[in-house]
């Protein structure tokens, strides 16, 4: 079997390495106004997960399968071990690489995490994947898609602070490609029942939960 092709990615900076790990709706210019800030001190990755806007090849079926694509690209950086900071899906690859490959990580840092899918969080992604299915089927809407996922993901407050921002994003959702609305199904899919507790005992990095 030929190996998958890299990951897009971008590393700038210097200093100690750091990893900056996407959540399932971001892509890695998401992260630049915290990687701006790291830059000075740190050297900085940046990437997409498979089923991100940038990278290519279809995203493996589970976490574990992510987090074997972010060791590969680290070796291809020539990070022997980083400082990792995830949000979301991306913090659920930081830990199961820290799991699978202590070696690897100096540091956690993870935002909007959990450690298993609670009914509570397998509704909502049914639901997102029910949407997802229909925009494939044209019985639902993009624009109908987004307002599940800012209403499940942000609270009133934020979303009342924010409405302008949010509006913004909400319009620009239909220059995506339909590509992406599938990479999303399919991530949404490797963290259907996902659950990290078992590995928890094997992470030896200091974290920021």
């Known amino acids: 079997m030929s190996a998958a092709p890299p990951l897009a990615h971008r590393v700038e900076g210097d200093g100690s390495p750091v990893v900056l790990l996407n959540g399932g709706m971001m892509t890695f210019a998401s992260w630049q106004p915290v990687a701006t800030r790291l830059e000075p001190r740190h ?7 498979r089923g991100q806007l940038l990278s290519p090849g279809l995203p493996p079926p589970d976490l574990a399968g992510h987090a074997a ?4 690209l680290l070796d291809g950086v020539g990070f022997a071990s980083a400082h990792l ?3 979301s899906f991306g913090a659920l690859v930081a830990v199961e690489l ?3 490959h202590p070696e690897r990580v100096r540091s956690l840092a993870l935002v909007t995490v959990m450690d298993r899918a609670t009914p509570q969080f397998r509704a909502q992604s049914d639901g997102m994947r029910a949407l997802l299915a229909g925009l494939r089927a044209g019985t639902a809407s993009r624009q109908g898609f987004w307002d599940a996922m800012v209403a499940g993901v942000y609270s009133a407050g934020y979303r009342r602070g924010e409405a302008a921002a949010l509006a ?3 319009e620009r959702l239909g220059l995506l490609p339909d590509a992406w609305f599938d990479g999303v199904d399919r991530l949404l899919a490797a963290v259907e029942n996902f659950d990290l507790t078992p590995l928890l005992t094997a992470v030896r990095a200091p974290a920021l939960v």
């Open 168 to 170: 913004a994003r909400r």
């Open 85 to 87: 900071v995830g949000a």
């Open 69 to 72: 694509d972010l060791a590969a």
């Open 98 to 100: 820290a799991a699978a």
């Open 43 to 49: 050297r900085v990755l940046t990437f997409d997960f």
